[in-house]
T-cell receptor, first 113, second 115 residues
Framework: ETGVTQTPRHLVMGMTNKKSLKCEQHLGHNAMYWYKQSAKKPLELMFVYNFKEQTENNSVPSRFSPECPNSSHLFLHLHTLQPEDSALYLC????????????FGSGTRLTVV | SQQGEEDPQALSIQEGENATMNCSYKTSINNLQWYRQNSGRGLVHLILIRSNEREKHSGRLRVTLDTSKKSSSLLITASRAADTASYFCATAANAGGTSYGKLTFGQGTILTVHP
């Protein structure tokens, strides 16, 4: 365990479903990130939160909606997804935005059918 | 645009051999980091080298950074089958730019170490 926990590990959802991914860290970090990892593509940064404030939305479609209620928890709410959204979604945290290395969770493998 | 680009895309070696992976990037950086990913899992941080450093060691890992060429290399010495994984470089931009505080990853090198 890295200290960053993501649930669920696997998720299969239909295009009309609504689901949420959860990320939790108890490392005392103040910055949290969502990345998308698709086959044969580099990791794509989706959202950045620093001290609970969203500081980056990397042109992500509105069907992905992040929520950061406190510095330890980060959610990614999903609705009306497309099959091309199937990917590994990775959460990471760091001391602060721009502060050193990231600690990653194990990811949620999402399949949209 | 993609910042880090690893070379080669795939590397296959025998146990005991050394593995060298290279990374090139395009803009000025604050630091460069290497991560490892086992199949379908999260990334694990290996080593961070700052822009004012030229070489860094951690166990069997050796990282070099040449800011004039905007390139870095990761050397794994005396490789083991357990080193089989994907390896990514990631760059952190300097303060003041739009990319500050965000790691930008390359596509990675898939390393296979045969027993």
């Amino acid at each position: 365990e890295t200290g960053v926990t993501q649930t669920p590990r696997h998720l299969v959802m239909g295009m009309t479903n609504k689901k949420s991914l959860k990320c939790e860290q108890h490392l005392g970090h103040n910055a949290m990130y969502w990345y998308k990892q698709s086959a044969k593509k580099p990791l794509e940064l989706m959202f950045v939160y620093n001290f609970k404030e969203q500081t980056e939305n990397n042109s992500v479609p509105s069907r992905f909606s992040p929520e950061c209620p406190n510095s330890s928890h980060l959610f990614l709410h999903l609705h009306t997804l497309q099959p091309e959204d199937s990917a590994l979604y990775l959460c990471a945290s760091s001391q602060v935005q721009g502060g050193g290395n990231y600690t990653f969770g194990s990811g949620t493998r999402l399949t949209v059918v | 645009s993609q910042q880090g680009e690893e070379d080669p895309q795939a590397l296959s070696i025998q146990e005991g051999e050394n593995a060298t992976m290279n990374c090139s990037y395009k803009t000025s950086i604050n630091n460069l980091q290497w991560y490892r990913q086992n199949s379908g899992r999260g990334l694990v941080h290996l080593i961070l080298i700052r822009s004012n450093e030229r070489e860094k060691h951690s166990g069997r890992l050796r990282v070099t950074l040449d800011t004039s060429k905007k390139s870095s290399s990761l050397l794994i010495t005396a490789s083991r089958a357990a080193d089989t994984a994907s390896y990514f470089c990631a760059t952190a931009a300097n303060a003041g730019g739009t990319s500050y505080g965000k790691l930008t990853f390359g596509q990675g090198t898939i390393l296979t170490v045969h027993p």
